[in-house]
Protein backbone atom coordinates (compact mmCIF):
# COMPACT_ATOMS: atom_id res chain seq x y z
CA UNK A 1 0.00 0.00 0.00
CA UNK A 2 1.75 3.62 -1.19
CA UNK A 3 0.58 6.60 -1.46
CA UNK A 4 2.67 9.31 -2.93
CA UNK A 5 2.82 12.69 -3.24
CA UNK A 6 3.58 14.75 -6.30
CA UNK A 7 3.37 18.56 -8.07
CA UNK A 8 5.64 19.82 -5.48
CA UNK A 9 8.28 22.58 -6.62
CA UNK A 10 9.58 26.10 -6.54
CA UNK A 11 7.26 28.94 -6.58
CA UNK A 12 6.81 32.71 -6.35
CA UNK A 13 4.87 34.38 -3.74
CA UNK A 14 0.88 35.02 -5.32
CA UNK A 15 1.79 31.85 -7.93
CA UNK A 16 -0.12 28.32 -7.35
CA UNK A 17 1.08 24.98 -7.47
CA UNK A 18 -1.50 21.31 -7.76
CA UNK A 19 -0.46 19.01 -5.57
CA UNK A 20 -1.56 15.22 -6.43
CA UNK A 21 -1.49 11.78 -4.37
CA UNK A 22 -1.81 8.53 -5.73
CA UNK A 23 -2.60 5.84 -4.19
CA UNK A 24 -1.64 2.21 -5.39
CA UNK A 25 -1.61 -1.12 -3.13
CA UNK A 26 -5.24 -0.80 -2.49
CA UNK A 27 -8.65 1.29 -3.11
CA UNK A 28 -8.69 4.26 -0.94
CA UNK A 29 -12.69 5.41 -1.87
CA UNK A 30 -14.16 5.04 1.60
CA UNK A 31 -11.45 6.98 3.38
CA UNK A 32 -11.06 10.37 3.92
CA UNK A 33 -7.97 11.64 2.28
CA UNK A 34 -6.05 14.62 3.74
CA UNK A 35 -3.52 16.42 3.06
CA UNK A 36 -0.87 17.67 6.05
CA UNK A 37 2.44 19.77 6.12
CA UNK A 38 5.39 20.47 8.32
CA UNK A 39 7.66 23.30 7.69
CA UNK A 40 11.52 22.99 9.42
CA UNK A 41 11.61 23.08 13.00
CA UNK A 42 7.82 22.64 13.30
CA UNK A 43 5.25 20.15 13.91
CA UNK A 44 3.45 18.48 11.13
CA UNK A 45 -0.13 20.79 10.85
CA UNK A 46 -3.24 19.72 8.67
CA UNK A 47 -4.15 21.91 5.79
CA UNK A 48 -7.16 20.33 3.99
CA UNK A 49 -9.36 16.78 3.93
CA UNK A 50 -12.23 15.19 2.04
CA UNK A 51 -14.36 12.60 2.97
CA UNK A 52 -14.98 9.47 1.02
CA UNK A 53 -17.89 11.01 -1.38
CA UNK A 54 -16.05 14.10 -1.84
CA UNK A 55 -19.19 16.30 -0.52
CA UNK A 56 -17.57 16.98 2.87
CA UNK A 57 -14.39 19.38 3.05
CA UNK A 58 -12.38 21.12 5.86
CA UNK A 59 -9.39 23.33 5.65
CA UNK A 60 -6.86 25.17 7.88
CA UNK A 61 -7.91 28.51 8.91
CA UNK A 62 -4.47 29.34 7.51
CA UNK A 63 -6.02 28.23 3.94
CA UNK A 64 -8.88 28.48 3.60
CA UNK A 65 -10.29 30.61 0.89
CA UNK A 66 -6.79 30.18 -0.88
CA UNK A 67 -6.44 25.83 -1.32
CA UNK A 68 -8.75 23.67 -2.52
CA UNK A 69 -8.77 19.66 -2.11
CA UNK A 70 -10.37 17.38 -4.23
CA UNK A 71 -10.42 13.53 -5.41
CA UNK A 72 -11.54 11.51 -7.74
CA UNK A 73 -12.24 7.94 -6.20
CA UNK A 74 -11.92 6.33 -10.27
CA UNK A 75 -8.24 7.01 -10.72
CA UNK A 76 -7.96 6.90 -6.61
CA UNK A 77 -6.48 10.36 -6.58
CA UNK A 78 -6.69 13.11 -4.42
CA UNK A 79 -5.44 16.89 -5.07
CA UNK A 80 -4.56 20.04 -3.81
CA UNK A 81 -4.95 23.14 -5.78
CA UNK A 82 -3.25 25.66 -4.04
CA UNK A 83 -3.68 29.37 -5.02
CA UNK A 84 -2.09 32.48 -4.13
CA UNK A 85 0.70 31.33 -2.16
CA UNK A 86 2.75 32.69 0.85
CA UNK A 87 6.02 32.40 2.11
CA UNK A 88 5.18 30.99 4.94
CA UNK A 89 2.94 28.47 3.21
CA UNK A 90 6.67 26.35 2.61
CA UNK A 91 6.52 23.18 4.16
CA UNK A 92 6.95 19.27 2.95
CA UNK A 93 3.26 18.53 2.02
CA UNK A 94 2.55 15.07 3.09
CA UNK A 95 -0.92 12.89 1.70
CA UNK A 96 -3.14 10.73 3.99
CA UNK A 97 -5.81 8.37 4.09
CA UNK A 98 -8.15 7.85 6.99
CA UNK A 99 -10.85 8.60 9.44
CA UNK A 100 -11.94 12.73 9.69
CA UNK A 101 -14.70 13.94 11.58
CA UNK A 102 -15.94 16.77 9.50
CA UNK A 103 -16.96 18.86 13.33
CA UNK A 104 -18.24 22.38 12.86
CA UNK A 105 -15.23 23.73 15.17
CA UNK A 106 -12.13 21.86 13.41
CA UNK A 107 -12.21 18.69 12.20
CA UNK A 108 -10.78 15.36 14.17
CA UNK A 109 -8.90 12.92 12.35
CA UNK A 110 -7.09 9.50 12.61
CA UNK A 111 -4.90 9.11 10.08
CA UNK A 112 -3.97 5.26 8.90
CA UNK A 113 -1.78 5.52 6.03
CA UNK A 114 0.97 8.46 5.03
CA UNK A 115 2.82 9.19 1.69
CA UNK A 116 6.22 10.15 1.30
CA UNK A 117 6.02 14.22 0.93
CA UNK A 118 6.76 16.57 -1.44
CA UNK A 119 8.82 19.57 -1.01
CA UNK A 120 6.73 23.12 -1.70
CA UNK A 121 8.80 26.56 -1.22
CA UNK A 122 7.51 30.22 -2.09
CA UNK A 123 10.15 32.63 -2.69
CA UNK A 124 9.10 35.98 -1.43
Known amino acids: VQLQASGGGLVQAGGSLRLSCAASGRTFSNYARAWFRQAPGKERDFVAAINWSGGSTAYADSVKGRFTISRDNAENTVGLQMNSLKPEDTAVYYC??????????????????WGKGTQVTVSS
Open 96 to 113: AAGTVIFAADRPRYNMNY
